[in-house]
Structure formats: structure tokens, C-alpha cells
């Protein structure tokens, strides 16, 4: 009998076997989900055969990896047992919704995967972190293959799923496996929409008065502009709503110096700059809006994962509308926030907008945001944030 990994989530238990077993499935995108789901969870597919998608992007976490400690939670560790990465590893919830890359009417790039947006589309991104030498640690797409090739029953599903011949070249099988895990983001194990947000639409939730104001000034075109990269869908289509619009700006996130510290990175995160179809000085520092579903039990906070709390970033917002010596206060450090990692091309028209928010503001906009974890993840908001 094959060995059997067995993982709970929200008291719902499921059994991942180690090999990929016959699946008698009518539909070939179901198959598929099937095998990007074992390849979702698979850990040969490291150099150390010691990491997998999931061990960056933890199912019962909302997708996101709470292995480390300290400083270093922050970033992911990688499969060689001590390097760790610069960026923090974002949630993979509603990622099916990134658009590809592009340059939008207004002048502002939007889409594509990764913090800068270099992969196009999601398979792409799947493909990315076997071969990264900091995360998975695989020397070469054959290298990956080849521990494809190990598993009789991955060896069958790819044939029927992608022809006899899917094995011939390395470049092929590869992006199979990608286009598989990228199936597999895409059910509805990532995607639910099943929030109290979601329900209050349906008429199945009524918000708390706190929740109630929280809305009001999160889509205000007074108070706040939290809409203005956190909206796409507009009313009364809002049921789909991803909260972001896939834009790119620099915020003034600070550079996180107790990571740079430990991880012994040197050079700045220039973000978008670093995308291979941008040449334009002014993109440096941006990064990718994120999803806000989720983003209460998603923590830590920014591409560098900067803040630990997300009412710190409320603050960190409210910083540029506030003359209060308080306000210009880190509550985490007990310093003055931190200057920017790149100080050129924030985006202040953005950052300067309405008045200062008091606390009750602050807290209800948190409060909002809560509504938007799923309901399989709500228990982790009594210890987060």
C-alpha cells in the first residue's frame, strides 16, 4: 500500500497519497486538478525533496508560510535549510483572477504574477519556484522531470493528460506539471468567494455597526482611497470582487533592515524595474496591489513583510494625512517609520488623500477587512492581528 500523508483542515481530514493513484474521473479538467493537486503537495520535486508548493503556501494558513520565527517570518526558508528570501511569500487565494501582465490605458502596468509581475500567467508562476536556487533548488527543468518520471503513476496521468509523447523533451513535461498546479489553484479550494462580505451581499450576514462604518469608509470618496487600487468590480456587480486592480505603485515601504541583517541581501528591491520588459526608471519600488481577501489572517505585511500587524499598516497609511507627532510613530518598533526603500516615484497622490483618520476609523477599516477572510480560515482571526 502506498504511504499516505494525511493533513486536517477545519476538522475535515484529507488523505494525500505519496504516488498519484488511478482516478477514474469523467472529465479530463477534473483529472487534471487531480494530478495539480499532487504535485501541489509533493516534495521530491525539491533538491532535498524537502519542500512543495504547499510548505510556502500552507492550506489551513490561507495559503501562506507561518514556519518561521521572528525576523525571519517575514520571508520562506529555503529547501537547502538556511537560505531565505527577500520578499515575503504573498497568499496563493484568488491568484486564478491575476491577469496577464500588461500596459493599461491610463500609463500604469497591471497583472502578471510575482510581486513585479514577471511571470505572465499562472502556470508560468507554478513554474518558477522548482528552479529557484533559494526555494525548491532544482538545477535544471530535466532535473525535475526526471524526478517526475520516478513516479509510475505521474509517468501515466501526464501521457493521458498530455499525450504519449509528453515526455520527449524536458521544456514539455515541464510546463505539463506547471499547467497542472495552475489547474489546481483555479478550483474553488483557493477561490470560495464564501466570506461574511460575500454572505452580507447574499443576505445571509449583517454587518456589526463597526463593520458597517469599515465598508462605508473603505469604498468612500471622501474619508479614504482604500478603493482606488482595492476596487475592481464596481456596483452592484460586487459579488466577484477581488479587491485590488492589479496595479503597480510604490507606497514608501520601508526597507526591512532586521531581515537585510540575517538573509545578507545588499542590493535595494526595485520591484518592477526588475521585470524584464521594463526599462523605465520611474516603475522602481512598485509592487503589485495585492488581494485584500484574506489579508487579515495573511500576515506579515508588504513585499518585505515589513509590518506584523495589519492595523500597523493601517497606520502606516495614515501616516501621510496626519501632522500628529504620534502618528508618525511605528507602534511595533516604538520609532519613527522607517524612509523608504526607494524614495523616488511614491505615489502621493495617492497617499495624500482625505483627512486623518482617528482610532475608531482605523479599527472599523480593520474591522472590515476581517469580513473578507473566508469562512474556513475565520478561526484564525482570533490569533491573528
Given at each position: ?56 503556501h500552507e492550506t489551513g494558513q490561507a ?143 449583517t454587518f456589526t455597526d463597526e463593520e ?174
Open positions: 500500500m502506498a504511504q499516505k500523508f494525511i493533513f486536517t483542515l477545519l476538522g475535515l481530514v484529507f488523505v494525500l497519497p505519496s504516488t498519484v493513484q488511478a482516478v477514474d474521473l469523467s472529465k479530463k479538467s477534473a483529472q487534471k486538478e487531480y494530478l495539480g493537486q499532487q504535485l501541489f503537495f509533493d516534495t521530491a520535486l525539491s533538491k532535498n525533496r524537502t519542500q512543495s508548493c504547499a510548505t510556502c495559503f501562506i508560510d507561518t514556519r518561521g520565527k521572528g525576523t525571519a517570518a517575514a520571508v520562506s526558508l529555503g529547501d537547502d535549510g538556511h537560505s531565505l528570501g527577500d520578499r515575503n511569500a504573498p497568499t496563493v487565494s484568488y491568484a486564478a483572477s491575476i491577469p496577464p501582465f500588461h500596459l493599461k490605458t491610463n500609463g500604469i502596468y497591471a497583472g502578471g504574477l510575482f510581486l513585479d509581475g514577471r511571470s505572465a500567467t499562472l502556470a508560468d508562476q507554478a513554474a518558477g519556484p522548482p528552479l529557484n536556487p533559494i526555494e525548491m533548488g532544482m538545477d535544471s527543468e530535466a532535473t525535475v522531470v526526471t524526478r517526475l518520471q520516478e513516479n509510475p503513476n505521474y509517468v501515466a496521468a501526464f501521457k493521458q493528460l498530455y499525450g504519449e509523447q509528453v515526455f520527449a523533451d524536458s521544456d514539455t513535461a515541464y510546463k505539463a506539471m506547471a499547467d497542472a498546479i495552475a489547474a489546481f489553484e483555479k478550483t474553488a479550494l483557493f477561490n470560495p468567494y464564501d466570506s461574511k462580505y460575500d454572505k452580507e451581499l447574499r443576505g445571509e450576514y458597517e462604518l469599515g465598508r462605508t469608509l473603505f469604498f468612500s470618496q471622501q474619508f479614504t482611497n482604500c478603493n482606488q487600487c482595492h476596487q475592481l468590480e464596481t456596483l452592484p456587480n460586487r459579488s466577484g470582487e477581488v479587491f485590488t486592480n492589479f496595479e503597480y505603485h510604490n507606497i514608501g515601504v520601508p526597507e526591512n533592515t532586521a531581515l537585510r541583517a540575517i538573509n545578507g541581501v545588499k542590493v535595494l528591491d526595485e520591484g518592477l524595474f526588475q521585470h524584464p520588459d521594463v526599462n523605465d526608471p520611474a516603475q522602481r519600488g512598485k509592487f503589485r496591489t495585492p488581494t485584500l481577501r484574506n489579508v487579515a489572517v495573511t500576515a506579515p505585511y508588504m513585499h518585505n513583510g515589513v509590518f506584523k500587524d495589519l492595523r500597523t499598516v493601517m497606520l502606516f497609511y495614515n501616516k501621510y494625512n496626519s501632522r500628529a507627532a504620534s502618528r508618525q510613530i511605528n507602534p511595533e518598533t516604538g520609532n519613527l517609520w522607517g524612509k523608504p526603500e526607494i524614495v523616488s516615484n511614491i505615489s502621493m497622490d495617492l497617499l495624500t488623500f482625505g483627512p486623518a483618520l482617528d482610532d475608531r476609523r482605523i479599527d472599523a477599516l480593520v474591522a472590515f477587512m476581517k469580513t473578507l477572510t473566508d469562512q474556513r480560515y475565520e478561526y484564525l482571526l482570533g490569533t491573528k492581528n
